[in-house]
């Protein structure tokens, strides 16, 4: 079954695109897990606090990378590889590329070096299909307004924007994978994007 991951800002409307493509799928009777990273394990939960309290003296960016790597291998081994293994349809909130953006591009650490620690804690794991949705700052900035923010909600607006703008750079080097939407459409609009390309790709 495939492996599905979801990407963007914070506040692009991927978790909402996420959950209306599961709920999808299982109305067509198929397995689904729905999963995230940071905190798809039961030790993730407790690494997700580390990495989002907004409060005490957050990590150094190495560290941050480390502890997410820490994570997704955690994920992986222990949730997406058994899941697969079981036939189920996988989609995760977040996987690698976020690492490549927030802690590669956002806290300019060398590309080369969250790669390889990406192929490290994934065993070479790769989706299937990544969907990148794609917004303004601003329009994330609005939509994040209602909720409590976390550590990297409370960033500068052009910590996002570099964020957003390596999100789309990788995307366009990797079209194989990715589907970049606007996702500043309605969320019904959206999901019927989505379930042309997974149609046209012959995943579903």
């Known amino acids: 079954m495939p492996f599905v991951t979801f990407e963007g800002i914070d506040g692009s409307g991927k978790s909402t695109l996420l959950k209306l493509f599961a709920q999808h799928l299982k109305q067509l009777g198929l397995p689904v897990e729905i999963t995230r990273e940071p905190g798809g394990s039961d030790l993730g939960r407790e690494l997700r606090e580390i990495?989002?309290?907004?409060?005490?003296v957050p990590p150094c960016p190495e560290a941050e990378l480390l502890?997410?790597?820490?994570?997704?291998?955690?994920?992986?081994?222990?949730?997406?590889?058994?899941?697969?293994?079981?036939?189920?349809?996988v989609l995760s909130d977040r996987f690698y590329d976020s690492s490549l953006a927030f802690q590669g591009a956002g806290r300019k650490l060398k590309t080369?070096?969250?790669?390889?620690?990406?192929?490290?804690?994934?065993?070479?794991?790769?989706?299937?299909?990544?969907?990148?949705?794609?917004?303004?700052?601003d329009v994330s900035?609005?939509?994040r307004q209602a909720r409590k923010a976390?550590?990297?909600?409370?960033?500068?607006?052009?910590?996002?924007?570099?964020?957003r703008q390596e999100f789309l750079a990788i995307a366009?080097?990797?079209?194989?994978?990715?589907?970049?939407?606007?996702?500043?459409?309605?969320?019904?609009?959206?999901?019927?994007m989505l379930l042309t390309e997974v149609k046209k790709r012959g995943l579903l």
Not at 67 to 89: C, F, G, S
Not at 150 to 163: A, G, M, S, Y
């Open 51 to 56: 990495l989002l309290r907004p409060e005490g």
């Open 67 to 89: 502890i997410y790597e820490a994570d997704r291998a955690q994920h992986v081994a222990t949730k997406i590889r058994p899941w697969l293994d079981q036939n189920i349809w």
């Open 112 to 137: 080369e070096d969250v790669i390889w620690l990406n192929q490290f804690a994934t065993k070479g794991l790769k989706p299937a299909l990544t969907v990148l949705t794609d917004c303004s700052v």
């Open 141 to 143: 900035q609005k939509r």
């Open 150 to 163: 976390d550590r990297f909600e409370n960033e500068k607006t052009q910590f996002h924007e570099t964020v």
């Open 172 to 192: 366009k080097k990797d079209p194989e994978r990715f589907f970049i939407i606007n996702s500043e459409k309605a969320p019904n609009e959206l999901l019927q």
